[in-house]
């Protein structure tokens, strides 16, 4: 389970920093789990004060929320300075694409998590033939989409694998021309 009552926020933090063996934690993500599948309504004032708490003791840098809806992302800029939100979202997932776009304008960070479709990695005839066109892999349109979709959009994609570091990294140079761009619009309007 996360974190989330005040006393397991601050055992969290504390355990956090002696095992990376720093004096401050750069960011902490708040995650809500109000529902396991996704987003749900519920306060995040008692958690959000907790962890502010911890940012005034000079513990945790930055603030982040995590499987946030709008309005709690409103409730949360209310108790304390966010700077980033990471929810669910890639080529085939767009619920967040207006929120993205409200970040933006607030500068506030976006940080899709399963950027690649996490445990059932993206699959797409069109991401497979618009890759093939440019020269590059799948997975790599995918992240350079992602990164071309929104200036606030930030990536950690997740392997284990240093060949496909290396293929992620490259994937930040791939520049997608305005007509591949617009194939690849179609795969979440499908899904
Ligand atoms: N806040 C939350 O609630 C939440 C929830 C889930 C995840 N996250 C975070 O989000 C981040 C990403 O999550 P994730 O790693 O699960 O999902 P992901 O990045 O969408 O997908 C990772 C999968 O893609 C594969 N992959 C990576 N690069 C590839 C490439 N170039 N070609 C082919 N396959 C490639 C990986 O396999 P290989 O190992 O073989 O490369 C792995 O199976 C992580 O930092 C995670 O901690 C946050």
């Given amino acids: 389970m996360p974190a989330f009552s005040a006393a397991e926020l601050r055992t969290a933090v504390h355990d956090n920093l002696r095992n990376l063996g720093l004096d401050v934690l750069e960011v902490v993500n708040l995650r809500l789990m109000f529902d396991v599948h996704g987003p749900a309504e519920g306060s995040l004032e008692a958690p959000l004060t907790a962890l502010a708490e911890l940012q005034q003791q000079g513990l945790v840098r930055h603030i982040g929320l995590s499987n946030a809806t709008r309005q709690q992302i409103v409730e949360g800029r209310r108790i304390a300075r966010i700077v980033c939100v990471q929810n669910q979202y890639n080529l085939a997932q767009r619920g967040d694409d207006a929120l993205i776009d409200e970040l933006a304008a607030a500068g506030i960070a976006y940080v899709p998590f399963f950027p690649l479709g996490g445990f059932s990695p993206l699959q797409s005839d069109v991401l497979t033939r618009v890759a093939g066109e440019l020269g590059a892999t799948p997975m790599q349109v995918a992240q350079a989409w992602l990164l071309q979709r ?42």
């Fill in 150 to 191: 929104a200036p606030n959009i930030l990536l950690i994609p997740g392997t284990s694998s240093l060949a496909h570091l290396q293929e992620n990294l490259a994937a930040a140079h791939l520049v997608l021309p305005a007509q591949a761009l617009a194939a690849l619009e179609t795969i979440g309007a499908a899904a």
